[in-house]
T-cell receptor, first 115, second 111 residues
């Protein structure tokens, strides 16, 4: 069974640009969550999508947005990039959402560098 | 806001020794997860603990959960070099897959 895949794996952007990251969940998984990992703040939840609907959102500015498609693939977009957005962005998938006891399976991440 | 604290942050131990990593969380949650992360890699699921008193073991690692104390432990028995990694605990809310991660414990096992 293929795992969670993320593209691209590495990105270099400059301040003010925007970026779109993509995540394909494990087959049959309908929940996709996004996390930001930085040395200073650790792992922080961005948002979760389930059946094309955003279920939860973390404490990030509106520049961070996402969406999920009918095939459960998800994208996240960051507009007007800032230096502090440099991070490893991890996508995680699970079968269910809310009230269940599913673990999340993480993808390899996208390393974003903002210059 | 739910807070998750781990200690120690850094752990250097000799092969063959035992040690415990602690994970405390601030609000009620009956589900706790342990992950491992190797340098430059993603997170690998180790354990899912779903109820008070739950204990899971895999090889040299054993995890337990005390929901009354809001405490989980990850015990390492007779450490080997291959266990060198960063270990994270995480708790979630019942409303969805929103994980709150601990700060991580960077473990180095010295031959």
């Amino acid at each position: 069974k293929a795992g969670v895949t993320q593209t691209p794996r590495y990105l270099i952007k400059t301040r003010g640009q925007q970026v779109t990251l993509s995540c394909s969940p494990i087959s049959g998984h309908r929940s996709v969550s996004w996390y930001q990992q930085t040395p200073g703040q650790g792992l922080q939840f961005l948002f979760e999508y389930f059946s094309e609907t955003q279920r939860n959102k973390g404490n990030f500015p509106g520049r961070f947005s996402g969406r999920q498609f009918s095939n459960s693939r998800s994208e996240m977009n960051v507009s007007t990039l800032e230096l502090g957005d440099s991070a490893l962005y991890l996508c995680a998938s699970s079968r269910t959402s809310g009230g269940q006891s599913d673990t999340q399976y993480f993808g390899p991440g996208t390393r974003l560098t903002v210059l | 806001e739910l807070k998750v604290e781990q200690n120690p942050l850094f752990l250097s131990m000799q092969e063959g020794k035992n040690y415990t990593i602690y994970c405390n969380y601030s609000t009620t949650s009956d589900r706790l997860y342990w992950y491992r992360q190797d340098p430059g890699k993603s997170l690998e699921s180790l354990f899912v603990l779903l109820s008070n008193g739950a204990v899971k073991q895999e090889g040299r690692l054993m995890a337990s959960l005390d929901t009354k104390a809001r405490l989980s432990t990850l015990h390492i028995t007779a450490a080997v070099h291959d266990l060198s990694a960063t270990y994270f605990c995480a708790v979630d809310r019942y409303t969805g897959n929103q994980f709150y991660f601990g700060t991580g414990t960077s473990l180095t096992v010295i031959p």
